[in-house]
């Protein structure tokens, strides 16, 4: 499955479109991560803990969305756009990553 966040792809036509596809992450960080964010973003650098629940949610929406297109018959998603948003209802901090897509046929 191809996924790119152009409008098209050199060299191949777009044959049909399939209509739009989505794939959605919410994961929770935990009291520990976020108390360590904290103090990183007093005394600077890098929240590792926190990149990598990013980077877990966002590979679960690509694939959340690639399954779908397939399921629709496609072979490529067109124009993908990632939406990173943080949540926080009351306690602790939850990461949402959304990604939207076109699911298409190339030739």
């Not at 360590?36 to 949610?57: N, P, T």
Request: avoid cysteine.
């Amino acid at each position: 499955m191809l996924i790119t966040t152009t409008h098209s792809v050199e060299g191949r036509r777009v044959a049909r479109y399939l209509g739009l596809v989505t794939g959605e992450a919410i994961l929770g960080a935990n009291l520990f991560k976020d108390l360590f964010a904290g103090i990183r973003d007093l005394v600077g650098g890098r929240s590792g803990a926190y990149e990598g629940e990013l980077r877990k949610a966002r590979e679960i929406a690509l694939t959340e969305m690639s399954q779908q297109a397939q399921a629709l018959g496609a072979n490529a998603v067109l124009g993908v756009d990632l939406d990173f948003e943080e949540i926080s209802p009351g306690q602790g901090t939850m990461l949402m990553v959304t990604a939207t897509g076109t699911a298409v046929v190339l030739e």
